[in-house]
């Protein structure tokens, strides 16, 4: 009996490295944005818990705040602010990407639909510190 498959070319597999994403800028910027959402994940957990130790009272939001302030999670906080601040930028930057808008048969340019994403971004952070910080 012959077989079929022996007379079928074989397929040619590249070998690629496990750090590909390293060789070109906008993949490393893919993978650290892809990266970025533990962070925002874990943000969001911290929220959570923070939001649950108001309710549970002030000796359970006391021991939330002493947890707060050890030197492992001042350091992972920060690391997570700087992936979350990141992943904020480069979603600010997509959006032209994902919304293309055109007026009278042009397209808007990018600035003016990625720039009031920030503006409001701005603003509404200078809100919540105007209010954090006031009291």
């Not at 971004?121 to 009291?135: D, I, N, Q, T, Y």
């Amino acid at each position: 009996m012959i077989n079929p498959t022996e007379y079928l070319p074989k397929s040619y597999h590249r070998r690629v490295s496990t750090y590909w994403w390293l060789a070109r800028r906008p993949y490393l910027k893919f993978i650290l944005r892809e990266a970025s959402s533990v962070f925002v994940g874990w943000t969001v957990l911290l929220t959570l818990l923070q939001i649950w130790a108001v309710t549970r009272g002030p000796s359970a939001n006391a021991a939330f705040h002493e947890w707060m302030r050890h030197p492992l999670m001042l350091g992972v906080n920060v690391i997570a602010f700087l992936f979350v601040l990141f992943h904020a930028v480069t979603w600010f930057s997509l959006t032209p990407k994902a919304m293309v808008i055109r007026v009278k048969g042009q397209r808007v340019p990018d600035w003016a639909i990625s720039g009031p994403t920030y503006a409001v971004w701005v603003l509404v952070s200078l809100g919540v510190a105007w209010v954090v910080l006031r009291g």
